[in-house]
């Protein structure tokens, strides 16, 4: 009976003791973050995946030369690619009339890449041509989809995401979403926009037109129309993708 009584007692105290943790914890301000549509800062120099660096406008003007990666600070010396540890980088070059290197392709295979920073430390460039960005959210499915050429890294050097083409699904949405527009309420000019999107290339690079009517209709009520909330959460992606490009706040939430 007593061996009873002091087993309910102790266990009363920690039932009291975890509530104790639980009612202080209540009252601190929340600390979660709302993934996707919230990201946490991360540190400056947090090592992600890396990207090419371009030279600044006035630069590429004094030094025009015509070369299809001449904005590039990258001279293709070869030091990065000497300097890796796991020889994920591979870098093509050809020497021009003038007898400078042209660089003529960059690739980086992310799945052997340890991201231990030499290549950045090794190159030679006043801004560094090659730079750890902050950028870490990547999901592949096949290992050739981690090496990153040269297009790709050019892309994340300017800080935005290394896809060009729409998903299937979100161009299947949209098309959902053209066979019922009175639900939208567009504008002509909103359905020659969506149009343009579905049809010409898939770019997921929206311009500000094309941004906004995204946005309309992935904020719009779904009920009534021919998309689901599951539909707009695709779309929300989408949105999240460009929004750092035009400094827009997709949903509220400051980036």
Known sequence: MIGYISSCLKGSVNL?????????????????IQYPYEKKVVSE???????????????????????????????????????????????QREK??????????????????????????ACPV????????????EVFFERKE?????????????????????????VE?????????RSFNFTQTERESLETIIVNGHLARLNPEQFDLIKKIATADPQGSSISFGDQDVLR???DE?????????FGVDK
């Open 16 to 32: 009291v003791k975890g509530l104790i943790i639980t009612f202080k914890y209540m009252l601190k301000p929340v600390v979660t």
């Open 173 to 181: 949405i949209l098309r959902r979403v053209r066979g019922n527009p």
């Open 126 to 137: 006043a801004g560094k041509a090659i730079v750890h960005t902050r950028h870490y959210e």
């Open 237 to 239: 992606i989408l949105l």
């Open 242 to 250: 460009n929004s750092q490009r035009f400094e827009l706040s997709t």
């Open 146 to 170: 981690m090496v990153f050429d040269l297009r790709k890294l050019d892309l994340v050097g300017q800080g935005l995401r290394p896809h060009e083409q729409l998903g299937d699904q979100q």
């Open 45 to 91: 120099r947090y090592r992600g995946i890396m990207g090419l660096t371009t030279k600044a406008e006035q630069d590429m003007k004094d030094q025009e030369t015509g070369l299809e990666n001449d904005h590039l600070l990258c001279i293709s010396c070869f030091k990065c690619m000497d300097a890796c540890p796991v020889e994920c980088i591979d870098i």
């Open 96 to 121: 021009g009339d003038k007898g400078k290197f042209e660089l003529k392709g960059f690739s980086i295979n992310f799945a052997r890449c340890t991201f231990c920073g030499l290549c950045v430390d």
